[in-house]
């Protein structure tokens, strides 16, 4: 199984300042996974983040609020631009999905003041 | 109707009861089904994929209903342990996406 580490595990930032999230996995893999989960809600997928490519978006996530890099195969970032209190939140990343399993990373806890 | 639908609980059960919930999606072309578990303030683990036949792994059994588009979760002899989100989820077949339940609360109470 994939460990999967992420920094940092939480912050409290200002309204307005952006915060990068670092994803690092102990083993190679081809895509990872970025996830919002609100409070009190599911996980929602912001973004798929291949290597060598730009990232995948879903519906209601742009690339300039949540710019995604993934320099190589073990490892990814996550940016949260000009945050508001809505931005408030806890983001995990994943590596997967295979027919068997997703591993998450342990999430990072974000409050915007 | 919403892609994934599970019933939010939170469900209060005495310890060594049998409990079940159930989980519908509405891609009926939906290939995978899983069952995760989440601890508060904790990350997602899986807790069992979910096969046509049904598949048990211990006190735990998953079934699948295709025709009826729902899945389910039976916990027997429940332990306080097991107290947890139950996360449904499907994998809908497109571009591998995953769709997460909202997840059904259980409290195991001793």
Known sequence: SAVISQKPSRDICQRGTSLTIQCQVDSQVTMMFWYRQQPGQSLTLIATANQGSEATYESGFVIDKFPISRPNLTFSTLTVSNMSPEDSSIYLCSVGPTEDTQYFGPGTRLTVL | ?110
């Open chain 2, 1 to 110: 109707r919403k892609e994934v639908e599970q019933d939010p609980g939170p469900f209060n059960v005495p310890e060594g009861a049998t409990v079940a919930f159930n989980c519908t999606y509405s891609n009926s072309a939906s290939q995978s089904f899983f069952w995760y578990r989440q601890d508060c303030r904790k990350e997602p683990k899986l807790l069992m994929s979910v096969y046509s036949s049904g598949n048990e792994d211990g006190r735990f059994t998953a079934q699948l209903n295709r025709a009826s588009q729902y899945i389910s979760l039976l916990i027997r002899d429940s332990k306080l342990s097991d107290s947890a989100t139950y996360l449904c989820v499907v994998n809908i077949g497109r571009d591998d996406k995953i769709i997460f339940g909202k997840g059904t609360r259980l409290h195991i109470l001793p």
